[in-house]
Nanobody, 117 residues
Framework: QVQLVESGGGAVQAGGSLRLSCAAS????????MAWYRQAPGKQRTWVAR????????TYADSVKGRFTISRDTAKNTVYLQMNSLRPEDTAVYFC??????????WGQGTQVTVSS
């Protein structure tokens, strides 16, 4: 089973930027897709962005469209989430997800992002 290691979280002021990384233990082309989700305190985990392994197409939640960018480095088997113009409501634990070609999901351990006003 693929293992995911996230990094890059932290605390920033509103308007600032952070880049999250998710390193996979397998060739990401063997996966269907990789994605980022987030979970704020007391709320459900919600989808943020996804990148499809075959072709690299990307999709975003409306709440982050135009501010966040998901990308990948296939040589490093790593997916990134560049977060710009951060807002206090972006505060959450961010999770990386790998989806295999059979629809099974694997999750990373999560990384905390805190945005202060």
């Amino acid at each position: 089973q693929v293992q995911l290691v996230e990094s890059g979280g932290g605390a920033v002021q509103a308007g600032g930027s952070l880049r999250l990384s998710c390193a996979a233990s397998t060739n990401i082309f063997s996966l269907n897709s990789m994605a980022w989700y987030r979970q704020a305190p007391g709320k459900q985990r919600t989808w943020v962005a996804r990148i499809i392994s075959d072709g690299g197409s990307t999709t975003y939640a409306d709440s982050v469209k135009g501010r966040f960018t998901i990308s990948r480095d296939t040589a490093k088997n790593t997916v990134y989430l560049q977060m710009n113009s951060l807002r206090p409501e972006d505060t959450a634990v961010y999770f990386c997800q790998a989806r295999n070609k059979y629809g099974g999901n694997t999750w990373g351990q999560g990384t905390q992002v805190t945005v202060s006003s």
